[in-house]
């Protein structure tokens, strides 16, 4: 999981104050929908306190939870790469509070400043990578007892 101190200590003070000038304080209820798959990705977040599910969506079936995070989770790594639409969708499970992020005025900011550029896309690669696993150990999970009850009865 990606914290807060881990995102904005890859920075140096200077370039921190630059990032969190581009965001602020936001509030969600438990239950509120934060973003749903394909939508335009223009904000992240960073989650202060609170869980959040991330989940996709399965036709014929509800939405399948493929993550949760919880405080000092990055929420949001699609903003980052064309086409800036969701990959996901996130549900708030408790009171969320976090720092939203404007998309666009970061991505300009990491385009102009290298250092900033770098340690950013950095915290999303390793975020998406670690959800990338989390993801499919889940699917693993989902999967597993269905193939073992399978593999019983044929055994029997």
Known sequence: MTTTRTLLDELSPEARDRLLEHSHPVRFAAGTRLFHERQRADRFWI???????LDTHV???R????DTLVGGALLGCSWIMPP???HLGATAVTEVRALEFDAPAVRELCAEDPSVGEAVFACVAATMARR???TRSRLIDDVTPHAGAKALAYAR
Do not use: M
Request: charged residues 15%.
């Open 47 to 53: 989650i202060e306190t609170g869980r959040v599910d």
């Open 59 to 61: 036709p014929g079936h």
């Open 63 to 66: 939405n399948a939870v493929v």
């Open 84 to 86: 800036y639409h969701w």
């Open 132 to 134: 990338l696993l989390s």
